[in-house]
């Protein structure tokens, strides 16, 4: 297996590493989701289920799914994208990972 292969595999890993401890805090902090969410998007699947947070975890794992998906599909398509696509996938779940690991208070001064 080449050096390049491998790295995609584990690029791939990352992504879905991160995004299930993003999904693990969803249903762990479901009783006060609704109050912290940010994301337009998660706040309407909030609503749309009467704050219960199902529809929420489906539509972020089939996300998940779709992107890994697409990801490997690119890679047999069209592999001189897939670099740039994967780094920047892996930048932005280490940023989500950074955000999620770090106390609300902090980021109060950012946002």
């Not at 999904?23 to 940010?38: A, C, D, G, P, T």
């Not at 309407?44 to 990801?71: A, N, P, Q």
């Not at 690119?74 to 696509?85: Q, T």
Request: glycine share 4%; net charge positive; charged share 15%.
């Amino acid at each position: 297996m080449s050096i390049r292969k491998l790295l995609f595999h584990l690029a791939c890993f990352i992504i879905v590493i991160i995004s299930s401890i993003d999904i693990y805090w969803l249903s762990k902090n479901s009783e006060v989701i609704y109050e912290y969410e940010q994301n337009p998007i998660g706040l309407y699947l909030l609503e749309r289920d009467k704050g219960d947070v199902s529809l929420f975890i489906l539509c972020k794992s089939l996300g998940t799914y779709v992107v890994i998906m697409s990801l490997y599909i690119l890679w047999h398509h069209r592999k001189s994208y897939i670099g740039i696509i994967t780094f920047v996938l892996i930048t932005i779940q280490i940023i989500l990972l950074i955000y999620l690991s770090t106390p609300y208070r902090y980021w109060s001064f950012i946002f």
